[in-house]
């Protein structure tokens, strides 16, 4: 079992910035670590994903705009958002999966993690 705590979540003036933070338990080395967000009314969608490589995904929205990042000293993914838009609205959940043994595949699918945060709100007014 791996426990995923997110922070850095909360209200924000569209064109401004927040950092977002989870705090795994335990090792993340061997994991794919990703972003996923939820809007009211919509399924969740994959936002950017970072695997044990350092290779990175971002969905089209989020290119350019947002950046991944991990400290695995320190067991910890990021997600540098910019430019924020009300559109980015949504509870935002950090997830992980293991790659540890070859045979996840490190993606934006929403299916695919094996273990959750429990989401942290971004708020976006125009």
């Known amino acids: 079992q791996k426990w995923l705590v997110e922070s850095g979540g909360g209200p924000v003036q569209a064109g401004g910035s927040l950092r977002l933070s989870c705090a795994a338990s335990g090792d993340t080395n061997g994991f794919c670590l990703a972003w996923f967000r939820q809007a009211p009314g919509k399924g969740r969608e994959g936002v950017a994903a970072?695997?044990?490589?350092?290779?990175?995904k971002y969905t089209e929205s989020a290119q350019g705009r947002f950046i991944i990042s991990r400290d695995n000293a320190k067991n910890t993914v990021y997600l540098e958002m910019s430019g924020l838009q009300p559109e980015d609205t949504a509870m935002y959940y950090c997830?992980?999966?293991?790659?540890?043994?070859?045979?996840?595949?490190?993606?934006?699918?929403?299916?695919?993690?094996?273990?959750w945060g429990q989401g942290t709100q971004v708020t976006v007014s125009s």
């Open positions: 970072i695997d044990t490589d350092l290779s990175k």
């Open positions: 997830a992980a999966g293991d790659s540890r043994f070859g045979y996840f595949v490190c993606s934006l699918n929403p299916g695919a993690p094996d273990y």
